[in-house]
């Protein structure tokens, strides 16, 4: 598992996400979405009503070709252990 900070290019150990039934549901579906084939290259965002919130999904594995993830998430795929 890979946590992000976005802003600061920073891997997080811990976080905590506090979702409305409506955020939870939509998380669901891109998670179901994910574990399917057709998500194998896909990704996901989870945006808060006003938009000021964002959470991006993707699926990884370590032994997957990383090519289609931009360098910093490689860097932290390839760093995660």
Excluded: P, W
Aim: net charge negative.
């Amino acid at each position: 598992m890979i946590i992000l900070d976005e802003l600061t290019n920073k891997n997080l150990a811990n976080v905590t996400i506090l979702l409305t039934k409506s955020e939870a549901t939509q998380m669901l579906g891109y998670l179901e979405n994910l574990l399917s084939d057709l998500g194998q290259n896909a990704h996901f965002h989870l945006n808060s009503d006003c938009f000021t919130k964002e959470i991006t999904l993707a699926r990884y594995e370590k032994d997957e070709c990383l090519d289609r993830f931009a360098d910093k998430y490689k860097k932290q795929i390839l760093l995660d252990g």
